[in-house]
């Protein structure tokens, strides 16, 4: 039953509302499965047995999927993350520790019916982006033999891809959760920091870390942010979700601007330039703008993460073991870790202050950008490359990923095309912090217009979604004095605003000129006869401005919503009834500043 069973969130849901298996059934089967592959793959350091498997399986009697959103869904945890009873070792033995609590975030999973199949494998202390670096064994690709799974977050990966977990939680503090991701065909979702709870993650870089999921599609990606996004008290580096990146933010795309590196990396792989290029037609075909960037600042502030005092951030958690047990850390680790203890508080200092110099050089070449689409990997490495050069070829696999963490972004890898040899290739959406949702809703559509096989051989079936996405960003329909060029449009340059594009509404509108005031103001009222397409102007103001831009708005005026001509309904200027008392119908013109014009 298990060998293709189809372990996507919403077929598994239909699956055991119908009866067609049972969470004891599925799980118990997919355990064995996991066991047998484990040999081959060294996905898991820890499977759960049938005995622990139980009390999980227990609290789900009497249930049903109506009650529990993630009801009998089998999940895998990375093993730097804590799950009460069972050893933590950070792929490290001499490390292990059995906490008596799990991570906020596992509790949370399993509160939502969740169960958890084991813990996985990772390149020790979270130390690596290929998943080789494990006294528990080398994590070979899903697909390919030649090559490495990709770490660190290597088992969480291939417990997905292998068909043994819907969803696993994987961590990411330079890449960690995309990397595996884009080599294994899955989405791989790096969440604005803070957002998941760290709350029981032994840490790599605890300013830095991030816990990931892995999912064959982006909407259960979205999905599971959904249920989990939430502030915890045990995680002091928790943040609360803003409301416009809720659930009900992922949704439909239509225009958007994205950058590209104006001169995109591939360390001489003779492949991924034909596919990126293939991407960013995908993107273009969805209503994609792209926009050539100059790449540098964001390069740079990825060498910091090695070059400077993150290293000792490292070290604090590896350190003292180095120390008093050099042997039980693998060499390579070692290696990595060694100049941490020379670094000085003088450096630390130094390098905050350029990563902080370089964060506005890069968010001011975001501010007019929807996202950023990068390679998830430029080239692939194979394990024989690993072998020979372990540093350099490991950090070839970072070169797109490692500043994400530095410069506080949304992330989430997509996969995107398939080398000639069989191996997936992938890209990377990035974005302002608190846009997971809406990077989410484009990795959806281009899931959608790739038309990839998912893991497992399953196409991506259920329907796109039809509310349109949301981001941090907040769209405001003006028809009047706030129009570009006119007395008022300060208020929303003063707010960060952009002009998106100049259009018409709906034909169901009337125009008018308010009487009294000490500015000219219109107002447009929507009829059910006798309507007209007035001209006007759509915005993009930062929706943290929103509240300050609609208290400054006087009576009758307010912000409602607006049709416009290709049938979008935005938030828009809209007037009370009240207020056309003494106006001047001039709908006849066709908009403000026709009618300015003519005056």
């Given amino acids: 039953m298990t060998t293709n069973f189809d372990l996507r969130l919403a077929t598994l849901r239909t699956a055991y509302a119908e009866g067609t298996t049972t969470p004891r059934q599925l799980i118990l089967g997919l355990r064995d499965k996991a066991a047998a592959l484990n040999g081959e793959f060294n996905a898991f350091i820890h499977l759960l047995s049938a005995a622990e498997l139980e009390p999980y399986l227990a609290a789900l009697d009497g249930k049903t999927p109506a009650e529990l959103p993630l009801y009998g869904v089998p999940f895998a945890i990375k093993d730097n993350i804590d799950l009460a009873g069972v050893p933590t070792t950070a792929a490290c033995p001499a490390f292990a520790y059995t906490p008596e609590t799990s991570a906020t975030i596992v509790e949370q999973l399993i509160a939502l019916g969740a169960v958890p199949l084991g813990k996985t494998n990772l390149d020790q202390f979270a130390t690596g982006l290929n998943g080789t670096r494990s006294p528990y064994g080398e994590c070979r690709n899903s697909v390919h033999p030649d090559y490495p799974s990709g770490g660190s977050s290597a088992g969480s990966a291939l417990a997905v891809a292998l068909g043994l977990c819907s969803f696993a939680l994987g961590t990411d503090t330079a890449g960690s959760g995309r990397v595996p991701a884009a080599l294994n065909n899955l989405v791989g979702l790096k969440a604005s920091k803070g957002l998941i709870s760290t709350a029981g993650v032994v840490p790599a870089c605890r300013t830095l870390d991030c816990v990931t999921y892995f999912t064959a599609s982006a909407a259960e990606a979205s999905q599971l942010l959904a249920l989990t996004a939430k502030a915890d008290p045990r995680d002091e580096y928790s943040r609360s979700n803003p ?8 949704g439909k795309v239509s ?33 994609g703008e792209p926009v050539e960037i100059d790449f540098s600042p964001f390069l740079e502030a990825a060498r910091l993460l090695y070059e400077g005092p993150w290293v000792a951030e490292r070290y604090s958690v590896a350190g003292a073991l180095i120390e008093q047990q050099p042997d039980a850390v693998l060499p390579v680790i070692k290696a990595v870790l060694e100049k941490a203890p020379g670094a000085t508080a003088v450096d630390a200092f130094r390098a905050q202050y350029r990563l902080q110099q370089l964060k506005v050089i890069c968010d001011g070449l975001l501010k007019d950008l929807d996202c950023i689409l990068t390679p998830a990997y430029p080239r692939p490495v194979t394990l024989a490359e690993l072998r020979a050069e372990p540093v350099k070829r490991n950090s070839d696999l970072g070169y797109y990923t490692n500043f994400m963490n530095m410069l506080d972004y949304a992330a989430v890898a997509v996969p995107a095309g398939v080398m000639a040899n069989g191996l997936p290739w992938g890209v990377t959406l990035f974005g302002r912090v608190f846009t997971d949702q809406y990077l989410l809703s484009l990795a959806d559509a281009l899931q959608r217009q790739t038309g990839l096989t998912l893991v497992g051989g399953n196409a991506l079936a259920t329907p796109a979604p039809q509310n349109p996405a949301r981001n941090d960003r907040a769209k405001v329909v003006v028809c009047g004095a706030h129009l570009d060029g006119l007395p008022l449009n300060w208020q929303l340059r003063q707010r960060g605003g952009r002009l998106l594009e100049a259009t018409v509404s709906a034909p169901a509108y009337q125009l008018y000129a308010l009487a009294g005031g000490p500015v000219l103001r219109p107002g447009m009222v929507r009829v059910a006869e006798g309507g007209a397409a007035i001209a006007v102007e759509v915005w993009e103001i930062p929706s943290s401005e929103l509240g300050s831009f609609l208290t400054g708005i006087p009576a009758p005026l307010g912000l409602g919503k607006v049709e416009l001509a290709d049938g979008r309904w935005e938030t828009g200027f809209i007037c009370d009834a009240y207020g056309l008392d003494g106006a001047e119908d001039i709908t006849r013109f066709g908009g403000w500043k026709a009618w300015l014009a003519q005056r």
Avoid: I, M, Y
């Fill in 243 to 250: 409301l416009w990146n809720d659930g009900s933010a992922f």
């Fill in 255 to 287: 225009t958007f601007r994205f950058g590209v590196p104006k001169s995109p990396e591939f360390l001489g792989c003779a492949e991924s330039p034909a596919l990126f290029a293939a991407t960013l037609e995908q993107l273009k075909a969805l209503g």
